[in-house]
Nanobody, 122 residues
Framework: QVQLVESGGGLVQPGRSLRLSCVDSGFTLDFYAIGWFRQAPGKEREAISCISTTDSSTIYADSVKGRFTVSRDKAKNTVYLQMNYLKPEDTAVYYC???????????????WGQGTQVTVSS
């Protein structure tokens, strides 16, 4: 079973960047479509990205489009979430997860790690 581990979170000022990492402690990530979601205190889970089941493209939420980018380094068995121009509203616990898109094109997730806290504040 996939065992995802996120890292790279922390405190960052608005407008700065942060890169999160996601590794699988058990198996190669090559077998999985990895996406990201986040959850802020008192709020519902928000999908950030996932892999389209239709064409394998990366789907991004409107709230992060143009600022966040998902990439993969196969040699390091790592998936990254590069977050630029961070805003206070990006503050949340971030999770990487095995992902897909449903018939309506919405992101869905199956297995995820413990998450990493990202706090954007001056």
């Amino acid at each position: 079973q996939v065992q995802l581990v996120e890292s790279g979170g922390g405190l960052v000022q608005p407008g700065r960047s942060l890169r999160l990492s996601c590794v699988d402690s058990g198996f190669t990530l090559d077998f999985y479509a990895i996406g990201w979601f986040r959850q802020a205190p008192g709020k519902e889970r928000e999908a950030i990205s996932c892999i389209s089941t239709t064409d394998s493209s990366t789907i991004y939420a409107d709230s992060v489009k143009g600022r966040f980018t998902v990439s993969r380094d196969k040699a390091k068995n790592t998936v990254y979430l590069q977050m630029n121009y961070l805003k206070p509203e990006d503050t949340a616990v971030y999770y990487c997860a095995t992902s897909y898109s449903d018939s309506d094109g919405r992101c869905a997730y199956d297995d995820w790690g413990q998450g990493t806290q990202v706090t954007v504040s001056s």
